[in-house]
């Protein structure tokens, strides 16, 4: 049988979160934290709401799996993002020595790929997992954007 819980589904869940923080206004790039086939955290961008520049999806995620988990370790953990961390979240993913990133669309100019941000050596990183989507979300979002101002 065909394991229904795999990257695909998770990311999905992610593009769920990209989609509410659309909907907020938001940047639309959406985060789940997942440990043994279990969602622990969801998260979308919130820094517009919260007036700050740190609140991306996935430092919101971060915090609310470290809660869930009572750790600052996210060891056995997936985190699955719409767009590919940029070097703050990176950072951050990095002490978290997260088990695994997967994440949906390519940032070419801010994302840590580009930037040649290090993650934890123990973590594994995979790109592209509906990245059509993820990128279609965000081109949606930039062009209402630009025909309100």
């Known amino acids: 049988m065909e394991n229904l819980f795999d990257d695909v589904y998770f990311m999905k869940k992610a593009l769920q979160e ?3 923080a659309f909907e907020k206004g938001e940047i639309p790039v959406g985060a ?12 979308h961008n919130l820094t517009e709401l919260l007036t700050d520049v740190t609140a991306h999806a996935e430092m919101q995620a971060i915090t609310a799996a470290s809660n869930f988990l009572g750790g600052k370790y996210l060891h056995n953990c997936t985190l699955y993002v719409t767009l590919e961390p940029c070097q703050m979240c990176a950072g951050a993913l990095y002490w978290s020595q997260i088990t695994k990133i997967v994440y949906g669309a390519r940032d070419e ?3 840590c790929i580009a930037l040649k941000t290090k993650l934890h050596p123990k973590t594994v990183m995979l790109g592209g997992v509906l990245a059509e989507e993820a990128t279609e979300l ?4 930039f ?5 309100l101002n």
């Open 109 to 111: 100019e801010r994302g």
């Open 138 to 141: 965000l081109k949606r979002f």
């Open 18 to 20: 990209a989609e509410a």
């Open 143 to 147: 062009i209402e954007k630009r025909n």
């Open 32 to 43: 789940v934290i997942v440990v043994d086939n279990r969602i622990i955290a969801r998260a």
